[in-house]
């Protein structure tokens, strides 16, 4: 059962565009999220985050937005760069526990072209 | 300077072969994780530790296991009871704690992808 989805596997865009990246979840409880990005064959590194207690949180290019009646949150790059071509993972977190677990979703293919 | 390092960068086992994966850390924080990553899917947790001698399964344990007897290091062993290992494996920590309306972001190691021959 996917509690944390990325419906879209990949998506193009053009250098100078807006990228939007969706997450959808489906568990209540969840009372974090954060956003990962990835090149091929390295780790992960963070990117931006939000609390459920806010509905928007930016940083530079990159500002997340979060529905939390819709249980959706959206990544917006704006201008996007070449350079932000990577896997972009969503991730939650639930509230309850003093660890830090995540639940990734399955990351979406950015592809930012020149 | 500070990070996570996971060695080696490509591992190759032969099937039936027990293999351990590296994991050091010098960020002093009391978290580690271990995921695995394959095609399309994203990153599912095998093992955490909250502390030095104490770790849980994540959900998918089945055939690893790992040891925590000091703060820096959080070996996991691929076992030949795993049916499918060959994956891009990922070592993450953290500051353990979170406050209500806080969170401490993991940190990833470069990752090791083992190939099973």
């Known amino acids: 059962d996917q509690q944390v989805k990325q419906n879209s596997p990949s998506l193009s865009v053009q250098e100078g565009r807006i990228s939007i990246l969706n997450c959808d979840y489906t568990n209540s409880m969840f009372d974090y999220f954060l956003w990962y990005k990835k090149y091929p064959a390295e780790g992960p590194t963070f990117l931006i985050s939000?609390?459920?207690?806010?509905d928007k949180n930016e940083d530079g290019r990159f500002t997340v937005f979060l529905n939390k009646s819709a249980k959706h949150l959206s990544l917006h790059i704006v201008p996007s760069q070449p350079g932000d071509s990577a896997v972009y993972f969503c991730a939650a977190s639930a509230i309850g526990g003093a660890t830090n677990k995540l639940i990734f979703g399955t990351g979406t293919l950015l592809a930012v072209q020149p | 300077d500070g990070g996570i390092t996971q060695s080696p960068k490509y591992l190759f086992r032969k099937e039936g072969q027990n293999v351990t994966l590296s994991c050091e850390q010098n960020?002093?924080?009391?978290?580690m994780y271990w995921y695995r990553q394959d095609p399309g899917q994203g990153l599912r947790l095998i093992y955490y530790s909250q502390i030095v001698n104490d770790f849980q399964k994540g959900d998918i344990a089945e055939g690893y296991s790992v040891s925590r007897e000091k703060k820096e290091s959080f070996p996991l062993t691929v076992t030949s009871a795993q049916k499918n290992p060959t994956a891009f494996y990922l070592c993450?920590?953290?500051?353990?704690?979170?406050?209500?309306?806080?969170?401490?972001?993991?940190?990833f190691g470069p990752g090791t992808r083992l190939t099973v021959l």
């Open positions: 960020l002093n924080h009391d978290a």
């Open positions: 993450a920590s953290s500051i353990d704690f979170r406050g209500p309306d806080s969170y401490n972001e993991q940190f």
């Open positions: 939000i609390s459920s207690i806010k």
